[in-house]
């Protein structure tokens, strides 16, 4: 038996290529084979050979790869002898599953690195001209997913608690589930004129994003047809972009753009 290999936990920052760290850039090239799925975006899985990758996102017929599959594809991989790269969007521990994969690895004795990356909660609105701090507007961020029925008595997200900061709100998987928790924070007292953006496929080639208010982002979701991946964005920063916005060069295409399918 060949000894054992290396597993890189590797975050691919947004999805632009030239948002990658130097580190992930190199161990892209250097890996015998890279585990991903789809939220890198294309641009960055592209840079891997087909030869040398894996995707551990969604399996033929539509279903979801059970993490279980990936946690064991992992070791296999390892106890073969290979340098894998386990690359994950954003940062690998925001959200990502990342920490249930790194304590799987302790377990079953693999060696492993973590090479954070650029998170997509910071850098999604960030593409879109809203900084999630602002000395005028907002002194916390907040993140969180929005993935969880907020009407559900165990979850764990406390949005009585999350209004009650004033800071900037930043939910994450909260495209489908954003009727409830909008609900969620206007029942917990903040007020129905405050901003929201959603950033869809932020700095993906066809980033986009589309604004409005507590009160009308359901809306505004619907009409624009905004899908995952996107990140949401409550608070008065949100309305930072309308000012700065005719100014602000980079990724977006315009909302209501036909998407690339
Ligand atoms: N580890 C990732 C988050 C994984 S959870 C990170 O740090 O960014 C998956 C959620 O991340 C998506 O539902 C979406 O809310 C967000 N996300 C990841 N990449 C994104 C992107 N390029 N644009 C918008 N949202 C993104």
Not at 78 to 97: I, M, N, Q, S, W
């Amino acid at each position: 038996m060949s000894d054992v290999g290396f597993v890189s936990l590797v975050g691919s920052g947004p999805g632009d290529p030239d948002l990658l760290t130097v580190k992930a850039r190199r161990l892209l090239d250097e890996a015998d084979v890279v585990l991903h799925d789809k939220l890198p975006g294309p641009e960055i899985i592209s840079l891997v050979p087909d030869e040398r990758r894996e995707d551990v996102g969604k399996r033929a017929g539509g279903e979801w790869t059970p993490q279980e599959y990936t946690n064991k594809r992992l070791v296999e991989l390892a106890l073969e002898g290979k340098h894998v790269v386990r690359l994950k969007g954003g940062d690998p521990f925001v959200f990502g599953r990342g920490g249930e994969e790194m304590e799987h690895l302790a377990r079953e004795g693999i060696p492993f690195e973590v090479v954070p990356g650029i998170t997509s909660a910071i850098a999604g609105p960030a593409a879109a001209g809203i900084p999630v701090t602002h000395r005028d507007h907002a002194s916390s961020v907040s993140f969180v997913t929005g993935h969880e029925d907020p009407t559900k008595e165990e979850s764990a997200v406390d949005w009585d608690a999350l209004a009650a900061t004033g800071g900037t709100i930043v939910v994450l998987m909260g495209v489908g589930k954003l009727p409830a928790y909008t609900a969620e924070l206007l029942g917990a007292g903040l007020a129905p004129d405050t901003p929201v953006a959603l950033v869809e496929r932020a700095t993906w080639p066809d980033m986009r994003v589309a604004t409005g208010t507590l009160e009308t982002i359901v809306d505004v979701r619907d009409e624009a047809e905004i899908e995952p991946p996107a990140i949401t964005v409550v608070g008065a920063v949100a309305a930072t972009r309308d000012r700065v916005r005719s100014l602000l060069q980079g990724y977006e295409v315009p909302t209501g753009s036909v998407k690339n399918e």
